[in-house]
């Protein structure tokens, strides 16, 4: 099994910025493709930024060239640097580890961390 652990969370005004960290358990981390998504009452969950196992990104149009997805293997650490926060950042923020199962993938979620951005 493997565990997700969100931090970094918090109020931030307009402009300012946060970075969220993933510590992963277990041994899936390495060869997982992560991702950090968001979601706000009444919406659905939405991919923000995401990484694979080599390293390629890929980022939600309004956060280019805003926010950073990095991870580190060695830790089993995946971040997400959050510059340039809008209040339309804000949301409840999941980190997502998604690896390939026998007949289709198979996902694991964090319990989430809020961000609240204030103008």
């Known amino acids: 099994q493997v565990q997700l652990v969100e931090s970094g969370g918090g109020s931030v005004q307009l402009g300012g910025s946060l970075r969220l960290s993933c510590a992963a358990s277990?041994?899936?981390?390495?060869?997982?493709?992560m991702g950090w998504y968001r979601q706000t009452p009444g919406k659905q969950r939405e991919l923000v930024a995401g990484?694979?196992?080599?390293?390629?990104?890929n980022y939600e149009d309004s956060v280019k060239g805003r926010f950073t997805i990095s991870r580190d293997n060695a830790v089993n650490t995946m971040y997400l640097q959050m510059n340039g926060l809008k209040p339309e950042d804000t949301a409840v923020y999941y980190c997502?580890?998604?690896?390939?199962?026998?007949?289709?993938?198979?996902?694991?979620w964090g319990q989430g961390t809020q961000v609240t951005v204030s103008s």
């Open positions: 997502n580890a998604q690896v390939s199962g026998t007949y289709h993938p198979i996902n694991f």
């Open positions: 277990g041994s899936i981390f390495s060869v997982a493709t």
């Open positions: 990484i694979t196992s080599t390293g390629n990104t």
